[in-house]
């Protein structure tokens, strides 16, 4: 059993910042490939942020230069920060692992940006 703890949304103007964390616990060995994604209303899921074990960072191009990912090994957990924020990065933000080439979700954290 995994499970994976996100915290950290919020409302925030436009051009504002918010952390956002993501812990997995439970049967989870060595390190593993961890990211975000996130959903609008009436969009699909779309990928955010990946790192990988060895902390090598891939971004969307929508965020890139203004969102970083980093993690943290020894606790199995993944954060996000976001600056500059806009109000199209409005949705809700899910934390994944991905273990043994399945990916596990957290239950997501709500991200909105007022205009």
């Known amino acids: 059993q995994v499970t994976l703890v996100e915290s950290g949304g919020g409302l925030v103007q436009a051009g504002g910042s918010l952390r956002l964390s993501c812990t997995a616990s439970?049967?989870?060995?060595?390190?593993?490939?961890m990211g975000w994604y996130r959903q609008a209303p009436g969009n699909q899921r779309e990928l955010v942020a990946r790192?990988?074990?060895?902390?090598?960072?891939n971004y969307a191009d929508s965020v890139k230069d203004r969102f970083t990912i980093s993690r943290d090994n020894a606790k199995n957990t993944v954060h996000l920060q976001l600056n500059s924020l806009k109000p199209e990065d409005t949705a809700i933000y899910y934390c994944y692992i991905n273990l043994y080439g399945i990916p596990r979700w957290g239950q997501g954290t709500q991200v909105t940006v007022s205009s």
């Open positions: 790192i990988s074990t060895s902390g090598s960072a």
């Open positions: 439970g049967s989870i060995f060595g390190n593993n490939p």
